[in-house]
């Protein structure tokens, strides 16, 4: 959102620049499917990048394909990506250099952040209803802003 939520955020990755920084913790995963999503580019129809953590393995993912492995002994991290001229980069815990570069057209984009599980009732069946089986994000910091 935009003009203090009145407004859908929608731009190009081909004019200005879009950043999205998050400093977070994946605290809590499902039992049987241990996957989440946390930090992620859309467009109007589908996602274009995404972080995703399994177990203790945290990627990069491009069209739903695994890009980059970022760290395979996850803990707190922090992620930001940078959009400009047709580019999208994505920084890990701070590093000068991106991990990793996404060059692709796309419009109507926006940010999302949050916690997207990516489980169902079909993975975790019995332990579907358990009070102890749940997803959690913390967010320490998010900032986003846009330069045109």
């Not at 069946?125 to 959690?136: A, G, K, T, V």
Request: hydrophobic residues 35%.
């Amino acid at each position: 959102m935009k003009d203090n939520g009145k407004t859908r955020a929608s731009w190009s990755s081909m004019i200005g620049t879009h950043k999205m920084f998050i400093q977070q913790s994946i605290t809590a995963l499902p039992f049987k499917r241990k996957h989440i999503v946390a930090g992620q580019i859309h467009d109007d129809s589908k996602y274009i990048i995404f972080i995703r953590l399994e177990e203790n393995k945290l990627f990069i993912c491009v069209n739903g394909e695994k890009v980059k492995m970022l760290t395979s002994n996850y803990n707190r991290f922090t992620i930001e990506f940078i959009v400009q001229n047709g580019k999208t980069s994505v920084y890990y815990n701070g590093e000068n250099e991106p991990s990793y570069v996404l060059e692709k057209e796309y419009y109507n984009a926006y940010f999302k952040a949050g916690a997207y599980v990516q489980s169902n009732i079909s993975k975790e069946y019995d332990e579907c209803c358990n009070e102890d089986n749940y997803i959690e994000v913390l967010i320490y910091k998010l900032n986003v802003c846009e330069e045109l």
